[in-house]
T-cell receptor, first 116, second 116 residues
Framework: NAGVTQTPKFRILKIGQSMTLQCTQD?????MYWYRQDPGMGLKLIYY???????DKGEVPNGYNVSRSTTEDFPLRLELAAPSQTSVYFC???????????????FGDGTRLSIL | AQKITQTQPGMFVQEKEAVTLDCTYD???????LFWYKQPSSGEMIFLIY??????QNATEGRYSLNFQKARKSANLVISASQLGDSAMYFC?????????????FGQGTELSVKP
C-alpha cells in the first residue's frame, strides 16, 4: 500500500539550477496538490490538479510549474532555483470533494529541498 | 484575515492527561469541512479526524475528539490519555465549498510536547 510517493527525499541545489520533484499516487485519486512548508509554518498551496490535463495555481505558484499527463503522476518543476525556495515540499491526493465532503487529503512523506 | 488560527504555538501536557489544542476558523460558507493533521518529527502528515459543518455530533476517532462549536467558529482537538508518541506538530485545516479543487487552508500549527 504505497499511497503517495515522493522522490527524492532530500536534495541540495545551487542557485539557478532546475529540478523536478516527482509525485505519484496509486489510489486513483482525481485531485492532487503540491504544498510547501517553511520552518515553523503551516502548509501553503503551490499548485493543484482536479484531473489529468487540468492544473491551476494555488497561493504561492511563482517560480514553479506543474503538469498532469496521467491520473497517477503530478510532477513539480522548479526553474531557476532561488534561496527563497528552500523548503519542505509535500504532494497530496484525494477523491473529489468540496465543502463539507469528508474526503481527507493523503500526503507523501515530503521532499526536503535546500537551495545554496 | 487569517482563515485558520491556531493561537498556541506550543503546549505541554503530562503523560496520561488530556489536552485541548485550539483552532478557530473564518468562513462565510455554509458547507465546509475541518480537518486535523499530525506531523511527527519524522515529517509526514497524518490525517487524524474530520468534522463537517452539517454534523450535529462532535467527531471522535479513538483518543481524538473534536469539540466543534459552530456559532463560535471553533474546532478544538481533544487528545485524551496523552502518550509520549503524541509529541508532534498538529495542524488544523479547512476546506470551503466555494474553494474549487477541494483545497485545504492550514493553520500555523501547535507543537505538543508530552512529558513523562
Amino acid at each position: 500500500n504505497a499511497g503517495v510517493t515522493q522522490t527524492p527525499k532530500f536534495r541540495i541545489l545551487k542557485i539557478g539550477q532546475s529540478m523536478t520533484l516527482q509525485c505519484t499516487q496509486d489510489m486513483n485519486h482525481n485531485y492532487m496538490y503540491w504544498y510547501r512548508q517553511d520552518p515553523g509554518m503551516g502548509l501553503k498551496l503551490i499548485y493543484y490538479s482536479v484531473g489529468a490535463g487540468i492544473t491551476d495555481k494555488g497561493e504561492v505558484p511563482n517560480g514553479y510549474n506543474v503538469s498532469r499527463s496521467t491520473t497517477e503522476d503530478f510532477p513539480l518543476r522548479l526553474e531557476l532555483a532561488a534561496p527563497s525556495q528552500t523548503s519542505v515540499y509535500f504532494c497530496a491526493s484525494s477523491w473529489p470533494s468540496t465543502g463539507a465532503g469528508n474526503q481527507p487529503q493523503h500526503f507523501g512523506d515530503g521532499t526536503r529541498l535546500s537551495i545554496l | 484575515a487569517q482563515k485558520i488560527t491556531q493561537t498556541q504555538p506550543g503546549m505541554f501536557v503530562q503523560e496520561k492527561e488530556a489536552v485541548t489544542l485550539d483552532c478557530t476558523y473564518d468562513t462565510s460558507d455554509q458547507s465546509y469541512g475541518l480537518f486535523w493533521y499530525k506531523q511527527p518529527s519524522s515529517g509526514e502528515m497524518i490525517f487524524l479526524i474530520y468534522q463537517g459543518s452539517y454534523d450535529e455530533q462532535n467527531a471522535t476517532e479513538g483518543r481524538y475528539s473534536l469539540n466543534f462549536q459552530k456559532a463560535r467558529k471553533s474546532a478544538n482537538l481533544v487528545i485524551s490519555a496523552s502518550q509520549l508518541g503524541d509529541s508532534a506538530m498538529y495542524f488544523c485545516a479547512m476546506r470551503e465549498e466555494y474553494n474549487q479543487g477541494g483545497k485545504l487552508i492550514f493553520g500555523q500549527g501547535t507543537e505538543l510536547s508530552v512529558k513523562p
